[in-house]
């Protein structure tokens, strides 16, 4: 190949697709080029400069009308917009009328856009005008949102992604990065891979995926991030540490803060103990912090979801404001974000505590600014119910209609069940979706299907305050419209058409744009007036920016603060309250993510290769937990807290600490039968935020021996036993999407039960062994087709679950006995599970490359690729090359 | 040379004598005696035939020029009428007397009668030799009742129902092949074949069979022709031909008139050897330890020892081996063997049943105590093998079980199977 060849290729390959847009997962907010058939990272992109994920890599696996909500239904039935809009307006209208403003309220998602984010705010602050909108984010935001409003005066991130590749030292705390936040995870590592004495600190509870990176793990008990970083501004006044110019120039209240730091002593052995630590590790890292200037200090969801997550967040603030460590290039506390689009809803006013922008509900001036911009006289004057309490207002009837769009609360709500209760007993729930069935759709009156990613289109804003586009490349199915055109149009039904004329998404940009005039007004960073007169055109082809726009890529660096004064302010953080374990539930459950999943897997359970990583819903525990309460590796678990329980499977591992357990949030009643880890939390709210503590839930957990085993392949339903387990399988027919389901139960099992969970069919494959409960069956059309497929068993039946998923994908004549065996005749070696979900490689595969040779992960990569597309698995492969080489 | 004759010229007679010439191929002047007017043939293809599959040179094993080769005098077409044992010498009805150093029996079976009214009537047939099947093969167009479900009757029913004939089959049990099959393979075949013409009633027990004209055709001196079945519930099948097939006896008239020991058969011991030392029997006419025989195989089996001990090479024995019984019924393929049912040994329990059901196929297996008794395969027979031989080793297939009825290619042995594992995670 010519020079000139191979750089018109490399040029073709490094061109953008037809369309930009930004990936509708987590908070890094990566850029995604896209033609609807293929995708590859938006090389232009600031966030992610062409990488992608494996979950954003097979976004476009979870596109297709399949499952989609495709009409407006009216309590069942099928009707016409104007029918259900009508619907929804008379109805929010009716009890406000007869109620009052409060008696109503809407729950948004950090999964919309900022143009629907921004109507429906204004819709219910400023015309309904009660200040019941909560969003999703306050499940995973609101306690950073807090700790920077008192800290710096205003929900500011300080600092942006580049500061993790200048700085020296990189603290991650409550962050899962690796798995949560890869593209941020995979800078981090590219950076250190450059500059080798770059130093890492991983704070977390859990030995996670992400302490590969680390120099340092600080495996702390659960809770225990305000003594530690108490500890630290001790440790840095001990140590003459302090940057005592800064503190005095830009901030206030140190003293006080420093006295409640203090007062824990500085007996450093004393407080390794109290955290699980050594005092070598605590104090090296205090060592570290003290010794770089250049310190950012991530922190997510680990510190945001506590008791006292606010306080968490103001403790980690209160260190980098005493070293001048805030908005400096590499020098910053970060807060990344979990949702696309929660910066976005934080910016317009999606919480029920902020009026917009950036300004207060209970400050007059502020009040009276936004009244008058959106010429609102019934502006809300007093904050709003938060998520949980708005749910509680729902159960005791004080809220009568709630508009719940883009979420799912009946799962990722604490108490959950509770939840499921109150909406079920509410007199209007309307539902807006882009899905078909959901844990809170089956408790809708209403019904509105929205647009979903890739048809929708609008603004969303990363976790370092860069506002993009996502932008549509495929047809709206059915009768789907954008949130913000439902909105409004609700809104004009209302009897508010002169406060919604809008026509176009851009319209409602330049509004919100022109509306952070005021916000500036106030001292607001928050800054977009330069896109206030932005043309469609211009809005069509804007290029990713931050805010505030045409400024400095990061906030304060000047010292200067949102505050009235302009000082930035310590928050004295008092440890919080030792708490006994009791004997009735003596583990405490963690909850979060996994690497191949997204928040209740409408999105990514669509998708079979995302289940391959992890396929069902468990616990963690340490082994030594494992044989404490006698569950077995492998095993069932159920867990029991004061207000639910949930069955799952167990896994071993040593990366929890002993006493804990930690559960995936993402399970679902639709991907399995009792795993809504939120079932179990009770409602236990940070009392500045509202912010539940997903972190920290008492358990009890036993073991739960199943009678039987099983696997089911059908399009239909599961079937009503004590335990299955979804997976989507890529295979169609007309009964719809084929599913792979695990199944457990303890009752005794009929022939004909069996029978009845199978579709008719004109042939059938049967392997009966009654004696030892062993049943195979596999149901055929007239053709031959696989419908449907089943094996019960004492033990789990053996059998090959991706060759049998192939065969329902394929019309290939298969032989009936290796049908019923579920693995080719001639079955080659098991090569163990996927680990690297890009290229499907196996973990006996990945072991061979290493046994032949392979000593590094670059080398795994070119052996077999494993690795080199979005670099998730690297923790695991490393893994496996200690195993291997050990 | 000693003088050897061969009483009979079927399967086991033939084997005989292809072992015998092979081991001392000097020692004997050998005579064939069979009443049947043919060379040595295949009884087993006689089914084929009769459906028109083969044809009558290819089912000739041993063609006269076979007995020529080897110097055997074949006589055909005259039974053996005495054995005078006093000086060794066998009488045929065609005259002949033949002196024997050593003397064989391999005389046969002959079809069991319905013990009923009607049985000689004309038309009412059976279904054992050649000439029975050039009888059958002659019918013009025409309704045929054949009495007996067993492995002869099917072949003879499938067989005439491919000539056109309008079928159909009587059995007194349950299923077919009672013998062979349990009931869901008895019940497939039954739809298998009830989907190529044959008809079937079943539990049907055969009352009397009907004639014409019986009074006058007796009066002329005629036996009167076929018209009906009649059935111990009332039914009348009307029928123009009456296949009996309800079994087989023993011929062992001869042998007792010569005074040797008999009782269902000709008494025989370990060596083939009668009551006279200088007299041994072989195939469905001998009684062997209580046992009559029908198939192939154990026959094959007494031809070789016999042969051995002809030869003057004795030292071999023969003992029943219980063995797998492979047939073919118009084209599906059966294996049975042991204890299918589980219900044969008194002392023990009846064990456990694995089935395994898919269009066209079906298998079961009986396991006790982990080891396999017994086994029914119907359609795909292909692991027969594999099966027979965990049944004769009496193999431990507790480690196998989960797919043992998928046969050998997905059942790891024990020791190279993989703990069955399942990982919810990477």
């Known amino acids: ?886 | 040379m000693k003088r050897l004759v061969v009483v009979g010229n079927g399967m086991a007679a033939c084997r005989l004598l292809e072992e015998l010439t092979r081991l001392a191929p000097d020692l004997y002047q050998i005579t064939v005696v069979g009443d049947e007017p043919f060379a040595g043939y295949n009884r087993v293809m006689l089914s084929p035939l009769l459906g028109g599959g083969t044809d009558e040179k290819t089912i000739t094993t041993h063609p006269h020029q076979w007995y020529r080769d080897r110097n055997i005098r074949l006589i055909t077409g005259t039974p053996v009428v005495a054995i005078h044992r006093r000086r060794r010498q066998v009488e045929t009805a065609a005259g002949h007397l033949l002196d024997y150093d050593r003397l064989l029996l391999a005389t046969g079976a002959a079809p069991r009668q319905l013990p009923v009214e009607g049985v000689t009537l004309d038309g009412v047939v059976s279904f054992r030799d050649l000439y029975d099947v050039r009888r059958l093969l002659s019918l013009p167009a025409a309704r045929v009742v054949v009495v007996g479900g067993g492995f002869l009757g099917l072949e003879a029913a499938d067989a005439l129902v491919k000539q056109g004939h309008d079928v159909t089959l009587v059995h007194s049990r349950g299923h077919l092949l009672n013998q062979q099959l349990d009931e869901s393979a008895g019940h497939r075949l039954q739809q298998d074949l009830e989907a190529r013409g044959l008809k079937f009633v079943m539990q049907a027990r055969t009352q009397s069979i009907e004639g014409t004209c019986l009074e006058e055709s007796r009066e002329e001196g005629g036996r009167g022709r076929v018209a009906a079945v009649h059935l111990a519930d009332g039914q009348r099948l009307p029928a123009d031909y009456v296949v009996q097939a309800v079994g087989i006896v023993p011929r062992a008239e001869l042998a007792a008139s010569a005074g040797l020991t008999v009782n269902q058969g000709v008494r025989v011991d370990d060596t083939l050897q009668t009551f006279d030392p200088a007299i041994y029997a072989i195939g469905e006419c001998v009684e062997h330890r209580e046992r009559t025989f029908g198939l192939v195989a154990p026959l094959y089996e007494q031809a070789s020892v016999c042969a051995s001990h002809l030869a003057e090479l004795g030292h071999r024995r023969y003992l029943y081996a219980d063995s797998a019984t492979r047939l073919k019924i118009s084209g599906i393929d059966l294996v049975s063997c042991g204890d299918f049912l589980g219900n044969r040994d008194k002392g023990k329990d009846q064990g456990e049943t694995l089935q395994l059901n898919l269009p066209g196929s079906y298998r079961r297996v009986q396991i006790r105590d982990n080891r396999v008794v017994g086994m029914v395969l119907y359609g795909d027979v292909s692991d027969a093998p594999f099966f027979e031989k965990l049944w004769k080793e009496k193999a431990d297939i507790s480690a196998l079980r989960e797919t043992l009825l998928l046969g050998e290619a997905f059942c790891k042995r024990p020791g190279d199977s993989d703990e069955n594992s399942e990982e919810i995670a990477a």
């Open chain 1, 1 to 886: 190949m010519s020079v000139e060849a191979k750089t018109q290729e490399t040029e073709q390959m490094n061109a953008p697709l037809s369309t930009c847009t930004t990936c509708p997962y987590c908070g890094v907010g990566c850029g995604i080029s896209t033609d609807g058939v293929t995708l590859k990272g938006d090389r232009q992109h600031p966030a992610n400069a062409g990488r992608l994920c494996v979950k954003g890599s097979s976004v476009l696996e979870t596109l297709g009308d399949q499952d989609r909500l495709l009409n407006p239904e009216v309590d069942g039935e099928v009707v016409s917009w104007d029918q259900a809009l009508d619907e929804v307006a008379g109805r929010f209208r009716r009890i406000v009328d007869e109620h009052g403003p409060d008696a109503v309220a809407f729950y948004v998602s950090g999964q919309l856009l900022t143009e629907d984010y921004y109507v429906a705010n204004k819709l219910m602050k400023g015309h309904i005008g009660s200040a019941n909108i909560d969003t999703n984010s306050r499940l995973c935001m609101s306690s950073a949102v807090v700790a920077h409003k008192r800290a710096f005066g205003e929900d500011v991130v300080p600092g942006c992604y580049e500061d993790l590749e200048l700085a020296d030292l990189v603290i991650l705390t409550g962050s899962n990065t690796a798995w949560a936040h890869p593209i941020v995870y995979q800078r981090i590592v590219a950076a250190k891979q450059a500059r080798p004495d770059m130093k890492v600190v991983v704070i977390d509870p859990r030995r996670t995926a992400t302490c590969d990176l680390a120099d340092l793990h600080l495996a702390i008990r659960p809770g225990q991030d305000v003594p530690l970083f108490n500890g630290l501004l001790t440790w840095l006044d001990d140590n003459k540490a302090l940057d005592q110019a800064y503190i005095d120039a830009h901030t206030e209240g140190f003293q006080a803060t420093l006295e409640t730091a203090r007062s824990q002593g500085n007996d450093w052995e004393a407080l390794a103990a109290k955290m699980g630590v050594s005092k070598v590790d605590l104090t090296t890292f205090y060592h570290w912090f003290a010794a770089c200037e250049r310190t950012v200090t991530v922190f997510s969801q680990g510190v945001n979801q506590a008791r006292n997550g606010s306080d968490q967040g103001n403790a980690i603030i209160n260190a980098h404001l005493a070293t001048g460590r805030v908005g400096k290039p590499g020098a910053s506390p970060f807060s990344i974000t979990g949702q696309p689009n929660a910066m976005g809803g934080r910016e317009v006013g999606g919480l029920a505590n902020q009026l917009a922008v950036h300004l207060d509900i209970d400050n007059p001036a502020h009040h009276a600014a936004v009244a008058d911009f959106w010429q609102a006289p019934a502006l809300a004057t007093k904050n709003g119910l938060t998520a949980v309490e708005l749910f509680e207002a729902v159960s005791s009837g004080e809220v009568k209609a709630v508009w719940i769009m883009a979420t799912n609360p009946v799962d990722s709500l604490p108490e959950a069940d509770k939840v499921r209760q109150a909406l079920m007993a509410c007199d209007t729930v309307v539902v807006s979706d882009c899905v078909a069935s959901g844990d809170t759709l089956a408790c809708a009156d209403i019904r509105l299907p929205a647009l979903g990613w890739g048809e929708k289109s609008g603004m969303v804003t990363n976790s370092e305050r860069c506002v993009s586009r996502q932008r549509p490349f495929v047809p709206a199915p059915g009768q789907a419209k954008a949130d913000w055109w439902i909105i409004t149009e609700v809104a004009q039904r209302m009897g508010f058409a002169d406060a919604f004329p809008y026509q176009h998404e851009h319209d409602i940009f330049a509004e919100y744009s022109a509306l952070t005039a005021v916000a500036g007004q106030f001292g607001k960073r928050l800054d977009l007036t330069g896109a206030a007169d932005l043309s469609a055109d211009q809005y069509a082809q804007w290029q990713p920016q931050q805010w505030p726009l045409n400024g400095d890529p990061r906030c304060y660096a000047d010292g200067q603060f949102s505050t009235p004064s302009g000082r930035a302010r310590f928050v004295s953080c008092e440890n919080p309250p030792v708490r006994q374990i009791g004997d009735a539930f003596p583990i405490i459950l963690n909850s979060g993510r996994i690497r191949d999943q997204w928040h209740t897997m409408t999105r990514t359970g669509r998708a079979g290769r995302l289940f391959a990583h992890l396929s069902e819903p468990f616990a963690a525990l340490h082994p030594q937990d494992i044989e404490r309460y006698r569950l077995q590796e492998g095993g069932f678990v159920r867990l029991t807290s004061r207000v639910g329980d949930a069955l799952v499977r167990v896994t071993r591992d040593t990366g929890q600490r002993p006493g804990t357990a930690f559960m995936p949030m993402h399970w679902t009643d639709q991907f399995s039968r009792r795993a809504r880890v939120d079932a179990l939390v009770p409602a236990r709210l940070d009392p500045h935020s509202g912010q539940p503590a997903f972190k920290h839930t008492p358990v009890n957990v036993s073991d739960w021996q199943p009678r039987w085993h099983g696997w089911l392949f059908t399009a239909a339903s599961p079937p009503a036993v004590e335990y299955w387990a979804r997976v989507p399988v890529d295979a169609f027919l007309q009964a719809g999407q084929v599913q792979r389901y695990r199944l457990a139960g303890d009752a005794d099992l009929t022939e004909q039960q069996l029978h009845d969970w199978l579709p008719q069919a004109a042939q059938w494959l049967a392997l009966n062994d009654p004696a030892t409960g062993h049943y195979r069956r596999a149901a055929l059309d007239k053709d031959g087709r696989l419908l449907a497929w089943l094996a019960i068993g004492e033990t789990l039946p053996v059998c090959d679950v991706d060759w049998l998923a192939d065969c329902f994908a394929v019309e290939a004549d298969i032989q009936h006995m290796a049908i019923l065996a579920g693995q080719p005749a001639d079955a080659g070696p098991d090569l163990g599970p996927v680990i690297c979900s890009c290229f499907q490689v196996r973990q006996k595969t990945i072991e061979g490359v290493v046994e032949e040779g392979a000593d590094s992960v670059e080398a795994i990569g070119k052996g077999c690729q494993a690795g080199t597309n979005c670099g998730s698995c690297i923790p695991e492969l490393r893994g496996l090359l200690e195993t291997c080489t050990s």
